[in-house]
């Protein structure tokens, strides 16, 4: 039996040819697609930024520019504006919910390219976002240009500068220091222990806050009977300074370290009882706000001297202290950004990075932690 050839009728073969071609094209298309799609990428642009880099057709644009963070955000978010493009790739990217509907705000109350990047790279999402809604601001750079300004200042920095008569850079380090706020005042709390922790008048610890790694001090390096404790790497760290200071003829002890909230209790009302409010306002912390809660505050004696800051040890510990990983935690004539009365003898651990960083350039803990550490 002989099998029978099918004979398309030509209607047939053309549509046969038809959806061949479409197929062919489709393959073709998808073929260029993924090689546009890829060169997007490889730029550094998502794969969502991509396509609508292609479908608003700025593949040419885009190429020109190179990777640009703030562009991939404008491409993937659904607040891209075309006619704010040319803005986009000149602001500085920060990861931001709202980056992209903030920038277009901004740029329509007339702020710069330059002002916007300083706006949003000085706070956080919802910082910048309360900031775009306000009218423009007047005094943006005197503030801004300063690396650790926070947006959510700018008010505090206006009143603080108007009522004391001070420059923008003392104005930014005093407010973010919240020093315009009275003492004790809207306290922040610090709720875990870290070598690098910040305790002041603004800063406080909770009655009931652990010292990480406390260790009672060997009674040969303390002043008289007392049982005092330290945290174990700041207590290590002080016995190395000693024993090579005692190379060099320096003798010296510890006198006082860690203070829990309720002997800062017992210490504050003491002297309270002896010298009245004003005494103990200007030298001594209110149980909480004692960096003797710490561990890591150091009040150190001499063995050469009965006054402290007359003694040889006074000296040697001053200019040897940071190698060690201690800073000169109260200096003389830094009272306004301290808080507290000058101090010869009480020394504090902040490991050896960050004290050579303060001894190289001649500036606080206080100051220190507003340019590095405090996220507030």
């Given amino acids: 039996m002989q099998k029978r050839k099918i004979k398309l009728k030509r209607p047939a073969i053309i549509l046969l040819w038809v959806l061949g071609g479409i197929f062919a094209c489709l393959i073709v298309l998808g073929i260029f697609y993924s090689y546009q799609i890829h060169s997007l990428t490889s730029l550094g642009y998502s794969k969502k930024a991509s396509h609508q880099i292609l479908l608003q057709f700025k593949k040419d644009y885009i190429v020109s520019v190179g990777e640009n963070k703030t562009l991939n955000a404008a491409f993937e978010s659904e607040d891209y504006v075309e006619k704010n493009l040319d803005h986009y790739q000149k602001i500085k990217y920060q990861k931001q919910e709202n980056l992209i509907a903030n920038i277009n705000k901004l740029i329509k109350k007339g702020y710069s390219d330059y002002e916007i990047s300083m706006i949003v790279t ?8 309360d900031f775009a809604k306000r009218d423009k601001v007047r005094y943006l750079e005197e503030f801004y240009s300063i690396s650790y300004a926070r947006l959510e200042n700018y008010d505090r920095y206006l009143k603080y500068m108007d009522e004391e008569r001070e420059d923008e850079e003392t104005t930014v380090l005093h407010v973010n220091l919240n020093l315009d706020i009275p003492d004790y005042e809207q306290a922040v709390e610090v709720a875990q222990f870290s070598i690098d922790m910040f305790v002041n008048k603004h800063h406080y610890l909770d009655k009931n806050f652990k010292v990480d790694d406390l260790v009672v001090v060997d009674s040969k390096y303390t002043v ?10 700041a207590y290590n760290a002080f016995v190395s300074m000693l024993k090579d200071g005692e ?13 829990s909230y309720q002997d800062q209790e017992e210490t504050w009302n003491t002297y309270k009882g002896l010298y009245g409010d004003n005494y103990v306002l200007k030298y001594v912390a209110k149980p909480g706000f004692s960096e003797h809660q710490t561990g890591l505050g150091f009040d150190i004696a001499s063995t050469s001297a009965n006054v402290f800051v007359e003694s040889k040890e006074s000296k040697w510990l001053f200019d040897n202290a940071y190698k060690y990983g201690f800073i000169y935690r109260y200096p003389k004539g830094l009272e306004s950004i301290t808080g507290y009365n000058y101090e010869s003898w009480h020394y504090r651990y902040v490991g050896k990075k960050i004290a050579k960083y303060i001894e190289d350039n001649n500036i606080t803990f206080d100051e220190y ?3 590095f550490l405090d996220t507030n």
């Fill in 224 to 233: 008289g009977d007392q049982k005092i404790k330290a945290n174990r790497e």
């Fill in 369 to 371: 932690y507003v340019r």
């Fill in 247 to 259: 190379k060099e003829d320096m003798h010296f002890l510890i006198n006082s370290c860690y203070r």
């Fill in 122 to 129: 000085h706070g956080d999402d919802q910082a910048v976002s």
